[in-house]
C-alpha cells in the first residue's frame, strides 16, 4: 500500500517538474523569437499588420517547444500537462512581457491569448505523447 502512494507522489512531482521545465523552456523560445523579430522589424519595413500574427505564430511554435521539452519524459495525461503548459505559458509570458512594457493591459486579447495558447499545448501535449508511443 505504502508503494502505491509514494509512487503517485512521485508522478506527481514528476508532472510538477514537467508542466515547469515546459514553461520555463517556452518562454525562453519566446523570448528569442521575440528578440530576433524586433530585430528583423528595426532593419526592415514590414507592415503593421504582419506584427500581430508572427507575434502569434512565435507564440504557438514557444508553446510547441515548451511540451515537447516539458513532456520528453512523461508519456501519459499529454491533453492535460499540455493544456496546462499552455495555459501557464500564456499567463508568464503575459506577466514578462508586461513587466518589460512597463504597462499592465487585462482587455479581450489576454482573453483570447489564454484560450489560444491552451488550446495550442493540448493538441501539442497530444501530439508529443503519441509521438513517443511508436
Known sequence: MKMKTLKSEKSGSSAFLCIA?????????????ILIFAFILR??????KLIAPVNQVIKGVSI??????GLKKHKEMGLL??????LLFTIVAFLVFSILD?????????LNDIIFGS???AIC??????????
Open 43 to 48: 532593419f526592415t519595413s514590414i507592415s503593421d
Open 64 to 69: 510547441f517547444f515548451g511540451v515537447f521539452i
Open 102 to 110: 512597463g504597462a499592465f493591459c487585462f482587455d479581450r486579447t489576454l
Open 21 to 33: 521545465k515546459g514553461v520555463a523552456v517556452g518562454l525562453c523560445v519566446a523570448l528569442v523569437g
Open 119 to 121: 488550446i495550442i499545448g
Open 125 to 134: 501535449g497530444i501530439i508529443c505523447v503519441n509521438l513517443k508511443k511508436s
Open 81 to 86: 500537462n499540455g493544456f496546462l503548459i499552455g
